[in-house]
């Protein structure tokens, strides 16, 4: 499997004269510890079992058929890591784990998109051919008849390789190149499944370089807060943000749309017109043409774009337990009286999304509360987005009549493999491979129900006093060579609303944490804050953007890369380089300290539970409304004068 991998990986590794050794030597080292665990049961099985049992005519057929079941399973994981090498780039990880937890979404995503009832018939063909050859090998042994001593003198041979692997090797001897394709090479698919299921959430202050407390925090403290009434709690970011003008309440419907690749729009390169009602909408709002997600992962860009936090390592917040009463951009609303919504076109109780939004201030709408007139199309992830659409506007015409503002946070399904979505609709066919039109097909079908939601808003009352916002939950593609593949974070954010936003481009480095403060400050909201993301349009607003994986905590600028590794690794990555190179830089490097802030603030606060609202808030948020329009113009002399004060492991745990 791992000659298979490579060839599929070739144009990606630069020196194989130097990287062979690596990938096979400690590929077969991860070979043998997976093997090592695997058998252990059988082991200590045939250790206690008499030596009469061995040699009978039943047990010898149920050893056959546990053989078979050996090699088939075996030829199920090689297929199976195939695949998903072809979507991620990857070895098994923390992703197949949460596949094998929400079984229902993934096991018709399968159905959906590759051709299982070939594939398992074929399988089973190929491991029938290969139990020919290898059922008399497995059978001769047990003929012989050996005294329990001797047994056990072999049993304990065995499973000391086990106990070896359990002390001696963990994940940190797959992290030894600069090629992430060659330290996956260099990994074993079931040994990386169990170790992700062990560890899915990693100690901070244990894998990661760390600073002093009390100074990390007043750098963080300048990073965010702008002239707030400073405090001496570590990491205590909380403060009051006030805004300016008459009140005024708006409705905002916020639009994440999955896998929006900025890469995707003709704006940012694309040929294939994919996107021709974005293309043109996206002319007569307020476009932000340099933003970044935060993650890999819907639930990062969730979690960014809701609690505006940076990135922990491991799992997002939005799946973990302790996620509820947070500071949210739903709760901020829903203190103003609104009607603080999460619209889901699948079943949300996937990744945690129901329990999370529950439990901070929202109210679900997802595809089981959906009645089934109202569904013309689903597939393996939920219904169609112009479903989910419709819901919508049903949703904001009774909020309308029961005279309350909305905020609506609606995440979509459709541009998801396996691409599927109501025919005759656009020019391309849904589906994958042959006759399916793949991701470009997702994408134009999103682009479509994207203008069809317009083209009914436009036509309800509440039309003209609502803002948009459009963005993705993540890039299509996250796989890359060196460190953070910065283009595969790169996504579009559009504002919409012609009454009160004036159209414009806004080319500012920026990153999803940035969004609610930006929208709040877009609608002069006045609120008190724990958020961890700026204004991207004030005046005193530094470029940058935060993006991360699993893993690696990034903090992006306009001539580098910063990131944070397991193991207490710091890198940087020029970005004017053709090919980048990863340099190791100490904590006295400029940047560094801005860097440690940011994560390992956002680590103190989630677990010392510093951004809740169950503690009274010291006011009550208002809205300040005068003109949106006047808020994307100039700042005042006083806002302008503000200024910034400004191998050791991925997992040491083993399996």
Known sequence: MRLVLLIRAWPFIDDFSSAWFYIFGQGVIYDIAFTSYFYIPFVLFFLVLPNKWLSSKIFRYLTQAGLFLVLYGVGFCMVAEWYFWSEFGVRFNFISVDYLVYRREVADNILQSYPVFYILPLLFVLTAILFF??????????LLKEPFKKRAGIAGLLLMLPLLSFF????????LSDNNYVNELASNGPYQLFAAFRNNQLDYRQFYATGNDHDLSIRLKSLVQDNSTPNDKAYNIDRYIEAQGHPQKLNVILITVESLSAEYLTRFGQNNNITPFMDNWFKQGLLFTNFYATGTRTTRGLEAITLSIPPTPGRSIVKRPDNRRMYSLGKV??????????????????????TFFSGNGYRIVDQPRLNTSEITFKNAWGVCDEDLYNRTIREANRSYKAQKPFFFHIMTTSN??????PEGKIDLAPGEGKGGSGRFGGVKYTDYALSQLMKQAKNQPWFKDTVFVVVADHCAGSAGKVGLPVKKYHIPMFVYSPKYIRARQVDTLSSQIDLAPTLLALLNISYESFFFGKDILSSDFKDRALIANYQKLGLLNKEELLFL?????????????????????????????????????ADYVFIHRLNRWGRPLKRVAQIKVSSLDQNTKEKTEIERAKGVLGYYILFSGKI
Do not use: C, W
């Open 133 to 142: 050859f290898i059922r008399p090998v497995v059978l001769t042994p047990l």
């Open 168 to 175: 001696m090797l963990n994940q940190s001897q797959r992290q």
């Open 333 to 354: 609303f829903k203190h103003l009286g609104y009607d603080t919504a999460f619209l889901y076109g699948g079943r949300g109780f996937f990744d945690n999304m129901n």
């Open 416 to 421: 998801h493999q396996p691409f599927t979505f």
């Open 565 to 601: 590794s397991p193991g207490k690794r710091i890198n940087r990555m020029g970005l004017d380089q053709e090919n980048p190179v990863l340099e190791k830089v100490s904590k006295e490097y400029p940047g560094i300290k801005d860097l440690m802030a940011y994560y390992q603030g």
